[in-house]
């Protein structure tokens, strides 16, 4: 059980980890933190179990005196928009993101529509204490559902007036089964773009494809971009916070190249900071240095990026998982925010999405699981660290352990989920690549087998 708790989100396989009674027990828990009467959202995207866990987890929320409301099936950057909006107290939403579709889980919000980092332990610890705070049988917490197309006419309305498109464009959407299916086709199509849909039908067995949006899952996709005429594609994730594009020759674009196509076009109205986690690309420093902004990393995960936005007042955010942050709209992801503002800079332009990708360089990148007992994972990382500080490597700390050199890098992370520890490199050429991962290899084999002794 203490595995469903994870650094910033509840996670776990549906009626095995789990199940209706977890999800009340962790609705008391959340409630007990928030204190009675406080209002509260609670949305949740397309599985199969998301509506039987929105109402086990509501009438846990609602025991506690808080009150809530349902905005039912809504992608979570329409779900994060009603909570900041309406002025809720607090927010949740039922996912399991782009896990495989019988995973399930929780995440919180703050008022703003941001997640849970630290709070996330507070709740944690009220549910394994079992330390709930519950109502009175004479006041406990309303129960109100709402109309979710209320909800997502409310969003469109605040997004679609601050977009126009220059000239018409053709997109092909793959919402995967997921969440988004009920936005970006309806806000594209309002802007005046062609819009064909893959996988448009709320589903949450995900019998397209798998949630998570990649250059392996997207296949169908790319393929129906490249067939000729079209400008972009996009593929969105389950719960609709994450998007990968595809440009017009058919290619999977690069999160960093999307990012800082984008970040140019705000850079060039108002200089300022950009955003990116640690394993994002060195080309966001050498083209956003280029054009007047400040780079500033942040350890890995949505909820850290929100944190670092607020700190430094980020123009804009991005992470290599494909979330995307537009601040000056709000604070939270949303990838088909991030999809409209990308269509109107096409649109403006003369130039091809391919073409204005290619123009930024690419480095060669490797990436491997490393293998390592939880119960020393840690422990190696800190091993890690002070064999590279003892042999003078320049480092990075900020999440993991990242050696930074002139031509490349290298990052070692440790999975919060998994008994391993992830590595990643990326390098001016392919030889420096691989040589860069074998050098951090070698680091936690060191520190393995020290801990291990």
Request: aromatic share 8%; with cysteine; net charge positive.
């Amino acid at each position: 059980m203490k595995y469903i708790f994870r650094a910033y989100d509840v996670r776990g396989v549906f009626n095995r980890e789990l199940t209706a009674e977890t999800a009340a027990r962790i609705g008391m828990a959340f409630g007990s933190y928030l204190g009675g009467g406080k209002r509260v959202l609670v949305g949740r995207d397309t599985r199969t179990s998301s509506e039987i866990l929105e109402a086990a987890f509501s009438s846990g929320l609602a025991s506690t005196g808080c009150h809530v409301y349902s905005t039912g099936m809504v992608p979570i950057p329409t779900a994060n928009f009603a909570i900041w909006r309406g002025g809720y107290d607090a927010g949740a939403y039922i996912t399991a993101s782009h896990n495989p579709p019988e995973y399930n889980g929780v995440r919180f919000r703050h008022p703003d529509g941001s997640g849970y980092t630290k709070e996330n332990e507070k709740v944690k610890g009220i549910f394994f204490k079992g330390s709930f705070k519950l109502a009175d049988w004479r006041t406990p917490g309303a129960m109100v559902r709402l109309d979710p197309n209320a909800a997502i006419a409310e969003y469109s309305n605040f997004l679609l007036p601050k977009f126009r498109l220059k000239r018409p464009l053709k997109a092909v959407l793959d919402t995967g089964n997921g969440a988004a299916c009920l936005t970006a086709p309806h806000l594209l199509k309002a802007l005046g773009c062609e819009i064909t849909t893959i996988n448009a039908q709320p589903d949450g067995t995900f019998p397209g494809r798998p949630s998570e949006p990649s250059e392996e899952s997207l296949g169908d996709l790319k393929k129906a971009v490249s067939s000729g005429g079209t400008d972009f594609g996009a593929g969105y994730d389950g719960d609709g916070d994450r998007a990968v594009f595809v440009d017009d020759l058919g290619r999977v674009v690069q999160t960093e190249k999307v990012g800082i196509i984008v970040a140019r076009e705000l850079l060039a109205r108002r200089k300022g900071r950009i955003v990116a986690n640690v394993s994002c690309s060195m080309i966001v420093e050498r083209e956003i240095e280029k054009l007047g902004g400040k780079v500033e990393r942040v350890r890995v995960g949505d909820v850290f990026v929100c944190e670092a936005i607020k700190r430094h007042k980020a123009l804009f955010a991005m992470e290599t998982s494909a979330h995307y942050f537009l601040p000056s709209f709000y604070i939270f992801d949303d990838p088909v925010l991030m999809t409209l503002q990308l269509a109107e800079i096409l649109a403006k332009g003369k130039e091809r999405l391919s073409e204005l990708v290619d123009a930024i360089p690419s480095y060669p990148t490797l990436t491997e699981n490393l293998q390592c007992p939880d119960e020393v994972k840690f422990q190696v990382m800190e091993e890690i660290i002070k064999g590279c500080k003892a042999k003078g490597y320049k480092l990075d700390l900020t999440d993991g352990v990242k050696l930074l050199f002139q031509d490349g890098w290298a990052l070692l992370r440790p999975s919060n989920t998994n008994p391993l520890i992830r590595a990643a490199v990326e390098a001016e050429t392919e030889g420096r690549a691989k040589a860069l991962l074998a050098l951090v290899k070698k680091e936690f084999r060191r520190a393995l087998e020290k801990k291990k002794g």
